[in-house]
Each structure stands twice: as C-alpha cells, then as structure tokens.
C-alpha cells in the first residue's frame, strides 16, 4: 500500500528549515538545496512543495507570524484571574520578542521585513501579518479600557481611540525587536522601555493594575 505523506506537515518542516536557514544567513542566503537537506526531504519534495523560493519565503513568513499570534492567543487563553491589561501586556512582550528563546524568530522577522522592502508580495504577506495582529490588539485594548473604566467609574473611549493606542503598541513592540537584536538595547532596557509604555497607556485607559510579564532589569 502506498505510503500517505502529510504534505502540510512537509510544507511546516521546509518552513521551519527555511527560517533556520534565514536566520543565519538572511532570506538570500536560503538555496533549495539547503532547506532540502535541512528538512531532511529530497529537492524534489521542496519543489513539489513550492514552485519558486519567493513562495517558499512567502509560507515561511506566514509560518513566523502565526507562531507569533499563536503564542499571544495562548496567553489571552491562559489568563484566568489576570486583569485585561496584564494580559495586554504579556500580549506585547510576545510581540515583541525579547526573551533569549526568541531571539532566532527576531532575527528571521527583520531578515524578512528587510527583503520586503523590494519584494511586493513578501510586503503584502508581512501586512495581512499585521492586519492580524492589530486586529488582536484593538481587541484587547478595548477590554482592558473597559476593565480600567468599570474600575474607575468613567467611561470607555472610542473604537478610533483603541486602533490607534493599538498600533502605537505594536509598532513600539515591533521597533525594540530590532533595537534588542542589534544590541542598542538589552533585553532588560527594551523591557523597562515597554513597561514605561504599558504603564502610560493604562494612566490613559483611566486605571492602574501591577506591570506583570515583561522582562524587568530592576532585579
């Protein structure tokens, strides 16, 4: 009988060769040979996998930004008796990247973000990323606004104000990504930077609750 082969499984291990790959050598530096042996498939598997590196690129991109979003859903999942904007902030410390374990996936998303900037459709791939992620993040501003407004006795803002408290967020996140793996900033400094940050926004959501989750470099 022949043998079922798990394509999406095959396509998820190329993905994961291609971003070892990447982070070592940048997105250039990813030859088909390379990610075959990686995976331990044949070049044929690859190319029957993926017609062209671009898109090959393309899924491992898609690839990075779901274990992202992946790790910020878990947290939300996971977090019980934890107030609205604790879960915003641990929700921005994945984003982030900053812990040691995720310093590869940092380096693999600039790599990336870098090679968009003359690739259409790896650009186009990293928004619906973003799209996403703001989407997620609008979400959790707006309850934690709710949270701090209950709270406070006042009232929430407005959808318009959580969009753009939501992408200032992610953009500061998103920025000391680069700071920290180019080592401006330590793990420590990015973290004490975000927590600043976080504590801004919940004195401007009207309430105030214990910083919890993002690396502290006062210990």
């Given at each position: 009988?022949?043998?079922?082969?798990?394509?999406?499984?095959?396509?998820?291990?190329?993905?994961?060769?291609?971003?070892?790959?990447?982070?070592d050598h940048g997105p250039e530096g990813v030859g088909l040979r390379d990610v075959a042996a990686r995976a331990?498939?044949?070049?044929?598997?690859?190319?029957?996998?993926?017609?062209?590196?671009?898109?090959?690129?393309?899924?491992?991109?898609?690839?990075?930004?779901?274990?992202?979003?992946?790790?910020?859903?878990?947290?939300?999942?996971?977090?019980?008796?934890?107030?609205?904007?604790?879960?915003?902030?641990?929700?921005?410390?994945?984003?982030?990247?900053?812990?040691?374990?995720?310093?590869?996936?940092?380096?693999?998303?600039?790599?990336?973000?870098?090679?968009?900037?003359?690739?259409?459709?790896?650009?186009?791939?990293?928004?619906?990323?973003?799209?996403?992620?703001?989407?997620?993040?609008?979400?959790?501003?707006?309850?934690?606004?709710?949270?701090?407004?209950?709270?406070?006795?006042?009232?929430?803002?407005?959808?318009?104000?959580?969009?753009?408290?939501?992408?200032?967020?992610?953009?500061?996140?998103?920025?000391?990504?680069?700071?920290?793996?180019?080592?401006?900033?330590?793990?420590?400094?990015?973290?004490s930077t975000l927590r600043t940050q976080l504590a801004a926004l919940r004195e401007r959501l009207g309430g105030?609750?214990?910083?919890?989750?993002?690396?502290?470099?006062?210990?």
């Amino acid at each position: 009988m022949p043998k079922q082969v798990d394509y999406e499984e095959r396509r998820r291990r190329i993905a994961q060769a291609v971003c070892v790959l990447a982070g070592d050598h940048g997105p250039e530096g990813v030859g088909l040979r390379d990610v075959a042996a990686r995976a331990r498939v044949s070049l044929g598997a690859v190319q029957r996998c993926f017609r062209s590196k671009e898109q090959m690129l393309l899924f491992a991109v898609g690839h990075v930004g779901e274990r992202v979003l992946e790790r910020v859903r878990a947290g939300e999942a996971d977090g019980g008796d934890r107030s609205a904007a604790a879960v915003l902030e641990r929700a921005a410390t994945e984003v982030a990247l900053l812990r040691a374990e995720h310093r590869s996936e940092a380096r693999i998303w600039l790599a990336f973000v870098a090679r968009a900037a003359v690739s259409p459709p790896l650009a186009e791939a990293l928004r619906s990323s973003y799209a996403a992620l703001e989407e997620l993040f609008v979400r959790l501003v707006a309850e934690a606004a709710t949270e701090a407004a209950h709270a406070e006795g006042g009232a929430a803002g407005s959808a318009a104000a959580y969009r753009r408290e939501a992408r200032a967020l992610i953009a500061l996140a998103d920025g000391l990504t680069g700071h920290v793996v180019l080592g401006h900033l330590t793990e420590e400094e990015a973290g004490s930077t975000l927590r600043t940050q976080l504590a801004a926004l919940r004195e401007r959501l009207g309430g105030s609750v214990p910083s919890a989750g993002v690396p502290d470099c006062r210990t």
